[in-house]
């Protein structure tokens, strides 16, 4: 019972070892994945912090990694401490009666919806930046680099400018 | 030759593990030479509570005298304590003391035991855990022969274990892992040990997957998995898994569980829990099934590995299990898996290949047919038997 049989086409120590290989590669490209978001992340942000926007706005924005959501209820609800809940009992109160002169609740879900839109664009420009530099990583000869990619970097020759 | 087997249950109707081991070991020795078995009153594994009448009848062709068992298991009591030596330490009477509480306490087929002790030329007793095992052996040691069905549980290193595995003629191992295991922690090198399994009983009929798709409502491809559910086995552990395993693929095969539930399963649409079925039901569903999983951590055989293998079929077995690893190594006959990630990836292999996993199963089939058949194992005892009447008396300590 010590001796070990050997099917003629299959081993199954080396199919073990060829799927643990696979996994441990998959391992590495999501590490490598992960590594490159966080880099395209940072440059986002950076990007931001150089735009001519007031200081407090980008700093709010960027404390919350341009994931930025508007609350509808921020409109109508005071988190000051102390007076907050009088204020809010007030504002419950009278709030039939300001929607008397305007209703502000269609801005106020245009606003919310606008809020969702724009973190959208942003996950979805963080995903394609993210998908463009793996693909850049890439080696040259791999298979699943497209070969746009290769020409566009061939094409960036002073002497191709300008003509057409 | 005349033998007596002692085992812990014994019936048609208890068709797991050592007790199968036991059944099948008598009927298949019956021929040769002539058998009876020595075992207690209980069905139920938890409690051991008296079930079958005592006294003697036959199973088949064996004659088989039961012992009531005097006192039923308390499982927590008995697990409060197991925990308490395994974490602490003490002395061989807390030891002595499990042993009276892991059951089953059956003292008076003990005395039968010593009383008959010569009617005998050899006693084989099944499972080195059980205190019917224990005592029954140290009161015939000149005429014992073990067969631990050991698996890798911590309590193998209990100080009275090694009393039991240097005081008996000889030793039935059932895979190479559990005589290294043994050897290695007991050192017991100087009895005579033969590594021997057991033979796998052919189906009652010939399988015919149709009908158990039939019977069970089965149209789909599925993956099987036969034996107790219960986390000892590591059914809940593999429901998990294949349940992940499910969300994450378009077209996942359906996971089938057949055997007695022990632990509750939560509901699943790809899952299928079907309870306990008779033999050839089993043999249908194998038929037809995609492989066979095995989660199991703990094994010292598994045999439904075996006829997995016997029905052509390939395996996927828990890594973490020495025994079913070395066993599909030596086989060439299925895959061993150490994470969920790697159960993932050799599910999708497995199913994605059909054609290697033919190769599996035909190269499994080709080493049940070499190991354990009847002859090997019968040839295997005769040799057992003959090195065990060459050892010097043993003197029990």
Not at chain 2, 352 to 379: F, K, M, S, T, W
């Amino acid at each position: 019972m010590e001796k070990r049989r050997s099917g003629p086409k299959v081993d199954v120590v080396q199919i073990v070892q060829q799927i643990r290989r696979q996994i441990e590669a998959q391992h590495t490209e999501q590490a490598t994945a992960s590594q490159v978001r966080q880099e395209v992340r940072d440059r986002l942000l950076i990007q931001w912090r150089q735009l001519p926007f007031p200081e407090d706005v980008k700093k709010d924005v960027a404390d919350q990694r341009l994931q930025w959501l508007f609350d509808p209820d921020a409109f109508w609800f005071s988190r000051r401490p102390g007076w907050g809940p009088i204020i809010n009992f007030f504002r419950r109160l009278f709030r039939p009666i300001v929607k008397l002169f305007f209703n502000p609740d269609p801005l106020l879900h245009h606003v919310h919806r606008l809020s969702y839109l724009v973190q959208f664009q942003t996950q979805l420009i963080e995903d394609l930046l993210v998908e463009r530099e793996l693909l850049q990583r890439k080696p040259p000869d791999d298979p699943g680099r497209p070969r746009r990619f290769s020409r566009a970097r061939s094409r960036r020759k002073p002497s191709d400018r300008g003509t057409s | 030759m005349r033998l007596a087997i002692v085992v812990q249950r014994y019936g048609a109707d208890i068709v797991s593990g050592a007790e199968l081991h036991a059944r099948n070991l008598a009927e298949l020795l019956h021929g040769p030479h002539h058998v009876e078995v020595f075992t207690t009153c209980a069905q139920d594994y938890v409690t051991w509570r008296n079930h079958y009448p005592p006294g003697s009848t036959f199973v088949g062709p064996v004659r088989v005298h039961r012992f009531p068992v005097r006192r039923p298991r308390d499982p927590r009591t008995y697990g409060r304590w197991e925990q308490y030596l395994l974490t602490h330490p003490h002395s061989e009477a807390d030891e002595y003391r499990w042993l009276e509480l892991e059951g089953p306490y059956a003292p008076r087929l003990i005395e039968a035991i010593r009383r008959r002790a010569a009617d005998f030329d050899f006693w084989l007793f099944f499972s080195f855990r059980y205190y019917t095992t224990f005592h029954g052996a140290r009161a015939v040691p000149d005429r014992a022969i073990l067969v631990p069905t050991a698996e890798e549980d911590p309590i193998i290193g209990f100080s009275i274990f090694r009393r039991l595995f240097h005081g008996v003629r000889g030793i039935a191992y059932n895979s190479i892992e559990e005589q290294r295991l043994i050897q290695g922690m007991t050192r017991n090198y100087q009895v005579p040990g033969v590594v021997v399994g057991i033979h796998v009983q052919p189906p009652p009929e010939p399988p015919c997957p149709e009908r158990f798709r039939q019977q069970w409502n089965v149209s789909e491809p599925y993956v099987l998995f036969v034996g107790r559910v219960d986390v000892n086995k590591g059914a809940p552990q593999l429901v998990e898994m294949f349940a992940h395993y499910a969300a994450s693929r378009p077209n996942p095969p359906l996971l089938v569980l057949l055997g007695p539930i022990v632990d509750s399963v939560p509901p699943h649409p790809r899952i299928r829990l079907l309870g306990p079925v008779d033999e050839q039901t089993k043999w249908d569903a194998l038929a037809g099934c995609e492989f066979l999983i095995n989660p199991s951590p703990l094994e010292s055989l598994s045999m439904v590995l075996l006829e997995a293998w016997k029905a052509r079929k390939a395996v996927l077995v828990n890594g973490q299990c020495a025994v079913l690893r070395g066993q599909c190594i030596r086989s060439n006959g299925g895959l061993f898996y150490t994470s969920p990630a790697e159960f993932h990836r050799m599910m999708d292999w497995l199913l994605e290949h059909p054609d290697l996993r033919q190769q599996l199963g035909e190269n499994g089939r080709a080493y049940v047919d070499e190991h354990y058949r009847p002859d090997p194992i019968l040839r295997k005892y005769e040799e057992l038997f003959e090195r065990a009447r060459s050892v010097p008396e043993i003197r029990v300590a």
